[in-house]
């Protein structure tokens, strides 16, 4: 699989876990974290998943 291909990091170079290991930028936990580089694209778009439901309700 190309780069090109594989589903990119939130990251948003904001990069400080909270008090539950979550990252104040991207929303994905430390583990999330550390093993994105080595996640299936599928894994990859699970966790985007989680992070776009950690985001909405970050902004309750």
């Known amino acids: 699989m190309k780069v ?4 990119r990091s939130p990251c948003v170079s904001i ?3 909270d ?3 979550m ?3 991207c929303h994905r936990t430390g ?3 550390t093993r994105w580089s080595s996640m299936s694209n599928e ?3 699970e966790v ?3 992070v776009a439901e950690r985001e ?3 902004l309750i």
């Not at 090109?4 to 589903?7: F, N, R, W």
């Open 31 to 33: 583990d999330e974290i």
């Open 56 to 58: 909405r309700k970050a």
């Open 19 to 21: 008090d539950q290991d």
């Open 48 to 50: 985007l998943q989680k």
């Open 23 to 25: 990252c104040v930028g």
């Open 4 to 7: 090109a291909d594989k589903v």
């Open 15 to 17: 990069c400080a876990l």
């Open 43 to 45: 894994e990859r778009l």
